[in-house]
């Protein structure tokens, strides 16, 4: 069973950090490509972030671009997200994802999601 577990949200306030932590258990994270998502409230799920299973490409939405890192830590089973200059629309709950294998790309396993709150 694939758990997914996010932590490393909080209340920040405009140009502060955050790193937040995706510890995966059930399944390594090189078994896929994985990913963040952010969700506002009141809009859909969007895609923020991703790094493929090998780690040698990363994707980044163009609103994060130059701010946010994807990592992950292969040892650890870890995936992190560090997050500069964060901005109050960077406001929302952040879910870890990972993709069903290496040819399906299907965002298949989630995690419960951790707030992150930008004060201005």
């Known amino acids: 069973q694939v758990q997914l577990v996010e932590s490393g949200g909080g209340l920040v306030r405009t140009g502060d950090s955050l790193r937040l932590s995706c510890a995966a258990s059930?399944?390594?994270?090189?078994?896929?490509?994985m990913g963040w998502f952010r969700q506002a409230p009141g809009t859909e799920r969007e895609f923020v972030s991703s790094?493929?299973?090998?780690?040698?490409?990363?994707n980044y939405a163009e609103s994060v671009k130059g701010r946010f890192t994807i990592s992950k830590d292969n040892a650890k089973n870890t995936v992190y997200l560090q997050m500069n200059s964060l901005k109050p629309e960077d406001t929302a709950v952040y879910y870890c994802?990972?993709?069903?294998?290496?040819?399906?790309?299907?965002?298949?396993?989630w995690g419960q999601g951790t707030q992150v709150t930008v004060s201005s």
């Open positions: 059930g399944r390594t994270i090189s078994s896929a490509a």
């Open positions: 994802a990972q993709q069903r294998s290496r040819v399906d790309y299907t965002w298949a396993f």
């Open positions: 790094i493929a299973w090998h780690g040698g490409s990363v």
